[in-house]
């Protein structure tokens, strides 16, 4: 009877070893390793050219987060065609400016974003289980606690070098001879999602289209008016990528209505490709990640008939 005491603790002691090492991981190392995942899509026109698109999402930008800023600066190197910013950009007031001067290489190229709740909302402490509810919201969507953030600040911040605001409309963007017209909404999770209604475009000379759809939370009413909008890409972000990964298990939540199985990468919805950003940041309540580091994504677009329609690499 001792001796199964003895390796009962001793298993106990191995397991909160081992929880506390995940811990350590998940809130000081893997928070920090900022990554930059690479797709390739087989989507344009015939006769296009290759374009680079620069996914970025979830910041939740703090001033004193040099890394993070560092990161962000970093991506300019990339050179990409055209940048879209999916939302949850900062995490407080202070961090709009810093975050429009680190991203402002990024704002002089053509780019186009969307808001998320914590672009509108300060957050605020919240308790994690209640993500493993069927719906994690608050019935009143924003909490007591939550003090309003200057959204219209950080709209003309993201905006003023020609970034094009999607809060429940459209846009059209010139790229080399490639019309990207985009249809975008505001943040799903606090269901203020508006479809925007069709524009009467003209048909460019070249026949060169690409339609894009572009969403911070990625909730399934969304996607599927995304694809019934005829969109051939959809960009989302807000899932962190479930921000904790077990192997084997994957994301244990999306915090939306979206499948765990999707919380991160290259899938399809629908016949339609999607890219669901996990993001670059977390909440500075739950600042940890695990087995699903921060990136951004690089989605180099070719035209169709080289091959297989889409790769991840």
Known sequence: MRAITAAAAAVGLVGAGAAAGAHIWARHVEIHCYTVREVELDILPPGARTQRVLHI????????????????????????????????????????????RALEPLLRRPGAFVMGSNDMYEPGPKNPLRYFLPDP????????????????????????????DLTNTRATIELGGLQVRLAGVDDPHLERDQFPAPLATAEPEHGMVLNLGVAHAPY????????????????????HGGQLRLPGVGALVTNCDLPRSQARGLSDWDGVPL?????????????????????????????????????QV
């Not at 962000?72 to 950009?89: E, K, Q, W, Y």
């Not at 399934?220 to 899932?239: K, M, N, P, Y």
């Not at 890219?275 to 070719?302: C, H, I, K, Q």
Request: without cysteine; positive net charge; hydrophobic residues 40%.
């Open 57 to 100: 999402s979830d910041i939740h930008l703090l001033p004193e987060q040099e890394r993070k800023l560092a990161f962000l600066r970093h991506l300019a190197s990339l050179r990409p065609h055209l940048v879209i910013d999916t939302g949850d950009n900062v995490a407080s007031a202070a961090a709009v400016p810093v975050l429009a």
């Open 275 to 311: 890219n669901v950003s996990a993001g670059l940041g977390a909440s500075p309540y739950s600042n940890y990640r695990l087995f699903t580091p921060p990136e951004a994504t690089l989605l180099t677009l070719r035209p169709r008939g080289r091959g297989r329609a889409s790769k």
């Open 137 to 164: 919201r608050p019935a009143s969507m924003t909490e007591e606690r939550d003090l309003e953030l200057p959204t219209p600040l950080l709209a003309r911040r993201l905006s003023e070098f020609g970034w094009k």
């Open 220 to 239: 399934r009413r969304v996607l599927d008016a995304f694809v019934a909008d005829g969109s051939e890409l959809i960009l989302a972000g807000h899932t």
